[in-house]
């Protein structure tokens, strides 16, 4: 099997990420990681190859730094990585999804299966593995917690509330979107680290892919820090007084009333 | 007479030959497989003018094994009594053979005096092993393995010194132009008391023979069945003693990772065991004095470490071939399918060391433990589930908890504590450490000490987001890898400032700081609190104001206590700062204290068999009728303090740092 992972180099959530300006940030002091939700897409595929053969090619859409989440992806069994070089962490979801297809066919060799995360913990769009498959002209689930492949199908289950799961069956080659509960992903052995780092990276540029930056159909328009949590502040008194305080405070000080 | 001398020459010939070659050629098969494991020993043999004094003090002066004072005395006993006999068995050997063979010829007077006191510490030996028959028979301490092995080598010689006080008795009575009555005052009792003077010189002599068989069969059964019994300890134990580490401090072995010619890291496998871990195996004897302190094996855990290095000893011998023939391709890992060494036995050590401490041979089952976990984790990625997130933390944000680490600095709001970026001529950087950095406990603590650090007119910085963890967790844990890249960026960090004096806050960081990172070309003079607090109190920069905080006791870290021999310093102080109140020892203290259960990175894995070791210790804690047990170390009190909310006891755990911080105020 032929298969694609598709990752994202994105800042740890415990980084503070400290903005500068409008839509300037400075992340020197910030760790970048895989994409926790695309460890559940490499773990399958990884899974998959161990299973059945192929090969699993971990691709991603980023800054220079995101061979290291390359190097995630090989540690954890994927044969190689392409990476789509770009200036900015931030992408337009269009952009990327239209990078990533045009390097999985200039990779020249016919995808079985595309996997990716259910969505990324950075910008949370949650629209790459659509936008893909659109413009692959392929069929998407997102979600999957259970995964089967087989017979030129992909059999997924994937939770659609009050504990209640839907089967779906997928002709190959298809999306799917990843997340918890599909499979625990594996700690690298310290050897398969070691062998990532001379795994081979085919780095491209969007423009060698005859894609422009400019053409994005989103624009950041300003990033804002989430205000820190304040201390919680106890009302007292007999209960009609509390409540009289309480209607007060949300009127007159957090004016949401 | 003739004849049969010649037949005796010829048959104790024949069997002197063959014993000592079936004994020469298994002690021979044990050596060449020391020498045929690969793993690589960094010790040196070096201060070997120690190392005799050590075979005095330790093996002739019995001074470990006397430290419990019941067994050890019956050891000595044993000890002596047994080294007493062998020259006068040997020279029946010999004389078997060359009936004129006499060493009295040579030096009469010495061999007379060697005599009487063998004939006198013989019969103690029995003394001896009425006590060790006694312990397994009737007192059966759990600790201590009562099986067929023991009672053998209870049986062998117990009859090779009846034997050779009946022989002396009986060679009393014959007639000899050496006076045997005088040098055998003991055995001379026994033949006047058995009435052996009334028997005729043919009776007496076939008596003499009778014994000399049983003895020297015995002792040349003995001799065979020693190197494969447990009882190789009498081989092994006086080389492993002469070559113990001399320094309580260890370090644990670093593994070089970038080593690209290596196939794998850690113990796998017993064929990658070091000559000195072969050794440490035959010279235990399984007295199981290590499993008796072990927390572990304490708590219905399945660990023991008597049992872990006994089922090394046993995968060595059993897979000796494949190693002998240099094939360790064929050697079978040794957490296979079926082996007694199981994930839940090497993951429930907390690395507190009593095993270690306590152990009468030197024996350091940590380095088994840890290495294979070490081994468990860099290649086959087989570690308890909940680790991974630990892991992964750590890697990420530089703490086991995963809190975004430029935040690392935050618990010091409102104090005036210094960035060493902003002071980098401080007198003392202070490690502030993950748990005094994030831990809601942890920090209370550190808020305590730099209170105290600051009353005392200390002059000192801390790191802030420019520290990470230490690497000790990782590192226990087996994650050589993560915990190298955790030491090398402090390393690097450390080398920008060259601090005059690191000062921590947990044993954890200031062991792993003092005695492991010179592994990585960082030696710092490094201090822990309580030491450096201790040396500022008797300064007179610490004055108590009298606070009586009532009853204490001082709980010990392993990492202070086992691991840097730290017991004087945090007692005093706990003692010094509550003037009026009173201070008491738990049952386990010092050197035998019981871990809390936290450390070898056991604070971030479930405790899920038997008994918890922080409740176990709360209770002690409990029952000592204390206001507060006091501890010097983070992860204890944290520990202490989860123990203690289970039990009804209104004991509460403090901080020495908080202790001393209330006491100045």
């Not at chain 2, 080398?495 to 960082?522: D, M, V």
């Amino acid at each position: 099997m032929q298969i694609y992972v598709c990752v994202k180099h994105v800042p740890d959530t415990a980084a503070n990420i400290k903005i500068v300006g409008e839509t300037g940030y400075n992340d020197s002091a910030c760790k970048f990681i895989a994409n926790p939700y695309d460890e559940y897409a490499i773990e399958a595929a990884v899974q998959l190859v161990e299973k059945q053969g192929g090969e699993a090619v971990a691709v991603t859409v980023g800054p220079e730094s995101a061979v290291g989440t390359l190097r995630s992806a090989m540690a954890m069994g994927a044969a190689r990585g392409i990476l789509i070089k770009t200036e900015e962490q931030f992408l337009d979801t269009d952009l990327t999804a239209r990078a990533l297809k045009a390097a999985i066919e200039a990779d020249g060799k016919q995808a079985d299966l595309i996997l990716t995360g259910k969505g990324s913990v950075d910008t949370e769009g949650f629209q790459t593995m659509y936008r893909l498959a659109g413009a692959m002209g392929l069929p998407v689930v997102n979600e999957i917690v259970k995964l089967e492949v087989g017979g030129g199908k992909a059999t997924v289950e994937r939770e659609i509330g009050a504990g209640s799961r839907e089967v779906l069956e997928a002709n190959l080659p298809c999306v799917l979107g990843a997340t918890k509960g599909l499979n625990e992903p594996r700690y690298p052995k310290f050897p398969d680290i070691m062998k990532a780092k001379k795994k081979p990276v085919d780095q491209k540029a969007l423009s060698d892919l005859g894609i422009d930056p400019s053409g994005a159909k989103t624009k950041l328009l300003k990033l804002e820090a989430v205000p820190e949590r304040s201390g919680a502040k106890m009302i007292e008194g007999a209960i009609p007084d509390q409540v009289s305080e309480l209607v007060r405070i949300l009127r007159e000080e957090e004016k949401v009333l | 007479m003739k004849y049969y001398l010649i037949f005796k020459s010829i048959l104790m010939l024949a069997a002197l030959g063959t014993a000592f070659t079936m004994f020469f050629k298994k002690v021979r098969h044990l050596y060449r497989l020391m020498k045929a494991v690969e793993g690589e020993s960094r010790f040196q043999p070096d201060r070997i003018k120690e190392r005799i004094q050590v075979l005095f003090t330790d093996v002739l002066g019995q001074s470990n094994v006397r430290r419990k004072t019941l067994p050890g005395l019956a050891h000595t006993l044993i000890f002596y009594g047994f080294l007493a006999v062998q020259p006068h068995s040997l020279e029946l050997m010999v004389k078997g053979v060359f009936p004129s063979f006499e060493i009295a010829h040579a030096a009469p007077f010495l061999w007379g005096a060697y005599l009487v006191i063998a004939d006198i510490l013989a019969p103690l030996v029995l003394v001896g092993f009425a006590y060790a028959l006694f312990r397994r028979t009737v007192m059966k301490p759990d600790y201590l393995t009562i099986g067929r092995d023991a009672m053998l080598i209870i049986l062998f010689t117990c009859v090779i010194i009846i034997t050779f006080s009946l022989i002396n008795a009986f060679q009393v009575v014959l007639d000899t132009e050496y006076n045997y009555a005088a040098v055998f005052p003991v055995s001379a009792l026994l033949a006047r008391w058995f009435d052996l003077g009334a028997l005729t010189q043919t009776q007496a002599r076939i008596g003499f023979e009778l014994f000399y068989y049983i003895h020297i069969g015995t002792i040349l059964g003995f001799l065979i069945y020693i190197p494969g019994s447990k009882h190789l300890h009498l081989l092994a134990a006086v080389p492993n003693v002469f070559f113990k580490p001399l320094e309580r401090e260890k370090a644990m072995i670093k593994t070089d990772i970038e080593d690209e010619a290596a196939e794998t890291f850690g113990l796998g496998k017993v064929s990658e065991l070091n000559w000195k871990n072969v050794l440490n195996l035959y010279a235990c004897t399984e007295c199981g004095r290590c499993e008796e302190q072990c927390p572990a094996s304490n708590t219905e855990k399945p660990l023991s470490p008597k049992n872990v290095i006994h089922d090394f000893k046993v995968d060595l011998l059993e897979q000796a071939e494949p190693i002998l023939a240099g094939n360790t391709e064929a050697v079978q890992p040794i957490m296979r399918e079926g082996s007694p060494v199981t994930d839940d036995v090497i993951w429930s050590c907390t690395s507190c060391r009593a095993c270690e401490d306590i152990c009468p041979v030197n024996i350091e089952q940590l380095d088994f433990i840890l290495e294979t976990r070490k081994h468990q984790v860099l290649m086959e990625a087989a570690f308890p589930p909940e680790l991974q997130e630990t892991f992964t933390n750590l890697e990420n944000q530089a703490n086991p908890w995963g809190f975004g680490n430029d935040t690392r600095a935050d618990w010091t709001r409102g104090l005036d504590v210094p960035l060493i970026s902003d002071h980098p001529e401080a007198e003392v950087l202070w490690y502030v450490g993950c748990a005094g950095s994030f831990d809601d406990r942890g920090k209370k603590i550190s808020r305590a000490l730099a209170r105290v650090l600051q009353r005392a007119g200390v002059d000192f910085a801390i790191l802030g987001p420019e520290e990470a963890c230490n690497g000790d967790m990782a590192r226990r844990c087996g994650n050589e890898y993560l915990a190298q890249m955790l030491i090398q960026q402090n390393v690097e960090v450390l080398g920008q400032y060259s601090p005059k004096k690191i000062l921590t806050g947990c044993p954890h960081c200031f062991n792993i700081i003092k005695n492991e990172y010179p592994q990585f070309g960082a030696s710092y003079p490094v201090s822990h609190y309580t030491e450096f607090l201790f040396d500022l109190h008797k300064q007179g920069r610490l004055v108590p104001t009298g606070k009586n905080f009532g009853k204490l006791t001082y709980h010990d870290s392993c990492y202070l206590g086992r691991w840097n021999g730290i017991y004087e310093a945090p007692r005093n102080l706990v003692a010094s700062m509550n003037y009026p109140g009173r201070y008491v020892e738990m049952k386990r203290h010092g050197a035998k204290g019981f871990c809390c259960g936290a450390g070898g990175g056991r604070m971030f894995m479930e405790e899920t068999i038997g008994k918890r070791i922080n409740t176990d210790r709360a209770e002690e804690a409990a029952a000592a009728g204390v206001n507060a047990v006091v501890a010097a170390c983070p992860f204890c009190a944290t520990m202490l303090s989860d123990g203690l909310m289970e039990t009804e006891a209104a004991v509460e755990v403090k901080d020495i740092a908080e202790i001393i911080d209330e006491a100045t105020a």
